[in-house]
């Protein structure tokens, strides 16, 4: 097919959003699979919470994604970024275990979006191995300037990857909303927080991150 062809409609894929028809032939075949599915799964289950700090705090789990369906020599971008899930704040009951609404969002944070350090890429190289997003970072400091993931304590959120095409063509621009392909993973959404609330949260990730090794020594518990 030539450089424009683009997909038929109906060739989408689960967990991407709509306008799936029309999209470039270099993203419209772009599969995304959730690595450490079940442990995501497991923290779900008991509504995940993500700390955020002042100084950017990565998450746990990380993200991580394995590609199919790229074309193995046209360059891509990877990036991703938060969605609020609702328009509300939560507090935690402890009484109850539970999160509940306590009133309007606060005013959303400003908008970003972290690119994969490794962008751009050739296709080829991003399907070879897991695709890590690391080194991203979560702060709920409104005057961030480092870069990281601005979100408000207390709001809950849904990560989104993106799978961008980098066009050579010089009015690139113009086909921007075909050059992309955006996925998410309900079983990736969770609660902004400054502090864990849900203790069983605050066991599972130390149970089952490698950084929490000094936690897990210092537990007599099994």
């Not at 990560?159 to 909303?177: G, I, L, Q, T």
Request: proline share 7%; glycine share 8%; aromatic share 12%.
């Amino acid at each position: 097919p030539g450089e424009g062809s683009r997909c038929a409609p109906g060739l989408g894929w689960a967990g991407e959003g709509p306008g799936a028809g029309g999209k470039n032939r270099h993203v419209c075949h772009a599969a995304a699979r959730l690595e450490m599915g079940s442990l995501w799964e497991e923290f779900n289950r008991l509504g995940t919470e993500m700390i955020v700090t002042k100084a950017g705090r990565r998450m746990f789990p990380t993200f991580q994604v394995k590609l199919s369906g790229l074309d193995p020599l046209a360059d891509y971008v990877l990036l991703m970024d938060f969605i609020p899930l609702d328009d509300k704040r939560y507090r935690y009951a402890f009484h109850s275990s539970s999160w509940l609404a306590a009133g309007r969002a606060e005013p959303a944070a400003p908008g970003r979006v972290h690119f994969h350090p490794d962008s751009p890429a050739k296709g080829a190289q991003w399907m070879r191995q897991i695709v890590s997003f690391d080194k991203l970072k979560l702060t709920n400091n409104l005057l961030d300037d480092n870069g990281h993931i601005i979100l408000n304590s207390m709001h809950r959120y849904q990560p989104r990857f993106h799978v961008v095409f980098v066009d050579p063509r010089r009015d690139s621009e113009r086909f921007a909303h075909q050059n992309f392909k955006s996925f998410s993973f309900p079983e990736t959404q969770f609660m902004a927080v400054t502090a864990y609330q849900n203790h069983r949260i605050t066991q599972l990730k130390i149970a089952s991150n490698p950084f929490a090794k000094g936690f897990r020594d210092g537990d007599p518990e099994p």
